[in-house]
C-alpha cells in the first residue's frame, strides 16, 4: 500500500471524537464512523443527540450497531497503518476541546455563535462546512457560558450604551427598548479609539519617564564622578602635606641630632676632663695628706713650700675661670640629664 494510501485509509479509520483507530466502529444515520464508546459517552452527556462532525441532529436517539464489514477492515489494516500523530492534551491553564471524550485535547479556537472551544480536529467543520462559515471563530477562550446573556441564555450581540453593558436580542426587544443600542463590532471600535487614546498618552509620558530617568541617571553619575575627582585632590593635596611634614620632621630631627651629638661630645669631654682633675686633685690630696702628718719639720716645710707653690699654680684658678666651668658643668650637665 502506498503512503498517500496508507493516509487515505487513516483518515476514514480515524474517530473524530478520540482521533484514534476506531474501536468497535458504529455509523450514524448521517454516515459518519465513530467508536462505540465514543458517540455514546457524547450522547450520554446531553439530551440533544447530533453527529459531532457534521452536527446532524437526530430524534429519538439513533440504535446504533457495530459495522461489522468496517470492522474487519480496520482489524486487518491497523497493522499497516501508522497512529495518527498525537494532538498536545490540554494541560493546566489551557483550554480544553468541548467535543473530545475522555482524555481532551487542547482547543485551538473558540466559536462565540457555538460557544464552543474545538481542537484541531473538531474545528474543521468550521473551516469546511458552509453552515458554518458565517460563525465567529477567536482564540481558545474558557468560561464560555458568560457570553451568554443570563437573563434569556442567548448569544449576547448587542451592547446597550444606556446602561453601558451587553445584552442579547430579546433584551433589546424587552428592557432595553428605548435605550441607545450599537453592535458589539461598533461600541467596540469606538472604545478602541478611546483606549489607543489613553494608550497613546500613556506611552507619550513613558516616553518622558524614561527620558527623566536617564537625565537623573546621568545626573547620579555626574555627582559620583565630580565627588571621586574632588575626593582624589583632596586626597593628593594631603599626601603633599604629608609628605611636606614628614621632610620637615626628618630635617629638624636630623638638625637636632646633629646638634645634640655636638654637645654630647662636648660635655663628654669635660666630664673627662673632670674626671682627670678629680684623679689629680685626689691624689694631691692623698700626698698632702700624707705630708700633713711628717714628723721632720724641715721636710714638711721644704716639701710643702714647693707642694704649695705647685698647687696654686695647678688647682687655684680665678673667680671667672671657676664661673665659666661651673656653666658647662651644669650645661653637660642637663644635656645628658636631658637625655
Not at 450514524?28 to 459531532?52: A, F, V
Not at 480536529?121 to 460563525?135: C, F, M, S, V
Amino acid at each position: 500500500m502506498t503512503e498517500e494510501h496508507i493516509s487515505e485509509s487513516q483518515d476514514l479509520l480515524t474517530c473524530l471524537v478520540c482521533l484514534d483507530t476506531l474501536k468497535d466502529p458504529v455509523t450514524t444515520p448521517c454516515g459518519h464512523n465513530y467508536c462505540m464508546d465514543c458517540i455514546t459517552g457524547c450522547w450520554d452527556q446531553t439530551e440533544e443527540y447530533s453527529c459531532p462532525q457534521c452536527r446532524e441532529t437526530f430524534t429519538p436517539r439513533p440504535i446504533l450497531c457495530r459495522n461489522t464489514v468496517l470492522s474487519e477492515v480496520v482489524q486487518k489494516l491497523k497493522f499497516r497503518i501508522p497512529s495518527p500523530v498525537p494532538q498536545n492534551y490540554v494541560g493546566p491553564g489551557d483550554v480544553g476541546c468541548d467535543v473530545c471524550i475522555g482524555r481532551k485535547f487542547r482547543a485551538v479556537k473558540s466559536c462565540l455563535t457555538c460557544l464552543v472551544s474545538f481542537c484541531e480536529t473538531h474545528i474543521q467543520p468550521h473551516y469546511e462546512g458552509a453552515a458554518w462559515k458565517t460563525h465567529k471563530l477567536v482564540g481558545p477562550t474558557g468560561n464560555l457560558l458568560q457570553k451568554l446573556c443570563p437573563k434569556h441564555q442567548r448569544g449576547l450581540e448587542v451592547f446597550c450604551k444606556t446602561d453601558q453593558t451587553c445584552i442579547c436580542l430579546l433584551c433589546v426587544a424587552t428592557g432595553h427598548r428605548s435605550h441607545e443600542t450599537v453592535e458589539l463590532e461598533v461600541e467596540r471600535a469606538e472604545k478602541q479609539g478611546k483606549l489607543k487614546e489613553i494608550l497613546d498618552e500613556i506611552r507619550g509620558r513613558i516616553q518622558e519617564t524614561q527620558k527623566n530617568l536617564e537625565e537623573a541617571k546621568q545626573n547620579v553619575r555626574l555627582v559620583k564622578i565630580s565627588a571621586e575627582r574632588e575626593v582624589q585632590e583632596v586626597e593628593k593635596s594631603l599626601a603633599d602635606l604629608i609628605h611636606s611634614i614628614e621632610e620637615t620632621r626628618r630635617r629638624l630631627t636630623g638638625l637636632i641630632r646633629d646638634q645634640e651629638k655636638s654637645e654630647v661630645k662636648k660635655a663628654e669631654g669635660l666630664v673627662e676632663q673632670l674626671h682627670k682633675q678629680m684623679e689629680e686633685l685626689k691624689r694631691k690630696d692623698e700626698e698632702l695628706s700624707e705630708l700633713s702628718k711628717a714628723e721632720d719639720h724641715i721636710h714638711f716645710l721644704q716639701v710643702r713650700e714647693y707642694k704649695y707653690e705647685y698647687m696654686c699654680k695647678m688647682y687655684l684658678v680665678p673667680e671667672k675661670q671657676k664661673a665659666s666651668l661651673r656653666q658647662k658643668a651644669q650645661a653637660s650637665s642637663d644635656l645628658l640629664n636631658a637625655k
